[in-house]
């Protein structure tokens, strides 16, 4: 009785090489979405802007917050929104995190690039 011999030929070696590198590279060029995302919350960048915080790149050049975290990679921008922030015992007596501040906040995230999440307190407090 004569037995298979299953030895890996030399052509077919460089055959399946050639295919895994043609499926690898098409992998890795493809114009997927990333899965992940990196993100943070920034909501309080208006009560430190107005307490006189600026914002420098890495060329130590003045930017807008929003724009050098999107140029390092950031895509989505959580901000917090509370009913009445200036309430007594509220989250901010200045009136931060309210509607106005808010929609002034994701008009810059967008102007950016990035993405936002909004985060509803139903209440004027943590």
């Not at 890495?58 to 309430?87: G, H, Q, T, W, Y």
């Not at 906040?105 to 985060?119: H, P, Q, S």
Request: glycine share 4%; with cysteine; charged share 20%.
């Amino acid at each position: 009785m004569k037995t298979k011999s299953y030895l890996i030929q030399p052509t077919n070696v460089l055959v399946l090489l050639f295919f895994l590198l043609v499926v690898l590279l098409n992998s890795s060029c493809a114009t997927k979405p990333s899965p992940f995302s990196i993100g943070a919350d920034i909501s309080f960048i208006p009560q430190m802007e107005a307490r006189g915080a600026a914002y420098y790149d890495s060329n130590n050049v003045k930017k807008d917050i929003c724009l050098i975290m999107a140029e390092n990679n950031f895509d989505n921008i959580r901000l917090r929104i509370f009913v009445n922030p200036e309430a007594e015992n509220g989250y901010s007596r200045d009136g931060f995190c309210d509607l106005d501040h808010t929609i002034a906040m994701a008009k810059r995230i967008k102007a950016a690039g990035m993405k936002f999440t909004l985060d509803f307190h139903y209440s004027d407090t943590w």
